[in-house]
């Protein structure tokens, strides 16, 4: 990929495909949810080296926490890690922030999330979200609610209630709309992604599962980008 091309770009990624990856291998599920944090890390670096500016991961849903209790114990655990390896796998300058409602993550968990955003809040290079316990209805119905308390507690007007006092209160606020949004392993949907952010963003779908993914598969999704006519409603 010639650098220059990716540089400044948002992007989206759903990580999708980790346990069927695992089952063709006959393999438990959760093998390729360690696999897939590996790739997650990989792909955070080459986005680095690529010059984005902003790359959100979503990593748990808020519709995740039907799956069975090992298999959650599993993911979280392997979140845990990705936490403590942090600053290994990240650049100095990122900023580091985590979208999703945190209160039903481990207490341990939550600390170092806290500790990590506070730590990097103030850089100024690639910006790398992690979604975690995230849904985008969860993220605008929050939104709505702090603009509700705000205007009753007489800090607002609900006239000044537009898409930029929304957005203000979503997760990502200050940053770019993704450009592309990427959904690996075949299935076709959002799955409650960044509903409000993708409004505009193209959608690019592979057969690939994530833990398969590599750069060269990251190269390509790129290419696809780049050949897409975006209009945002114009001719
Ligand atoms: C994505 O892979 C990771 C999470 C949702 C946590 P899946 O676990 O959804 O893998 P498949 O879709 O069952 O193959
Ligand atoms: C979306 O994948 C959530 C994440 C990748 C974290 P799922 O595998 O949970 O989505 P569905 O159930 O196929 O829609
Ligand atoms: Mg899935």
Redesign the pocket.
Same mark, same amino acid.
């Given at each position: 990929m010639d650098k220059k091309r990716a540089e400044g770009l948002s992007i989206g990624i759903?990580?999708?495909g980790n346990g069927r990856w695992a089952k063709k291998r006959g393999l438990p599920r959760t093998a390729g949810h360690k696999k897939g944090a590996e790739v997650f890390e990989d792909i955070t670096r080459y986005a680095n080296e690529l010059g984005v500016a902003a790359i959100t991961f979503?990593? $748990? *849903?808020t #519709?995740?926490w039907s799956r069975p209790k090992e298999e959650l114990d599993v993911i979280m655990d392997l979140f845990g890690a990705s936490l403590r390896r942090m600053y290994k796998f990240i650049k100095e300058n990122n900023r580091v922030v985590f979208l999703g409602e945190r209160a039903p993550l481990r207490a341990e968990h939550r600390e170092m999330m806290a500790d990590i955003e506070q730590k990097t809040a103030r850089r100024e290079g690639m910006i790398l979200n992690v979604a975690v316990n995230y849904g985008g209805r969860q993220e605008i119905v929050r939104a709505a609610r702090r603009l509700a308390d705000e205007v009753k507690e007489g800090r607002l007007s609900a006239d000044e209630i537009d898409e930029d006092t929304f957005e203000a209160r979503l997760y990502t606020t200050g940053q770019p709309m993704p450009d592309f949004i990427l959904r690996t392993s075949g #299935?076709e949907?959002v *799955?409650n $992604?960044l509903l409000w952010q993708g409004a505009y963003s193209e959608l690019i779908f592979t057969d690939t599962y994530w833990p398969d993914f590599t750069r060269a598969h990251f190269d390509a999704v790129l290419e696809q980008f780049f050949g897409r006519d975006r209009r945002f409603g114009g001719l």
């Open positions: 759903i990580m999708d979503y990593a $748990f *849903s #519709e995740n #299935e949907r *799955s $992604f």
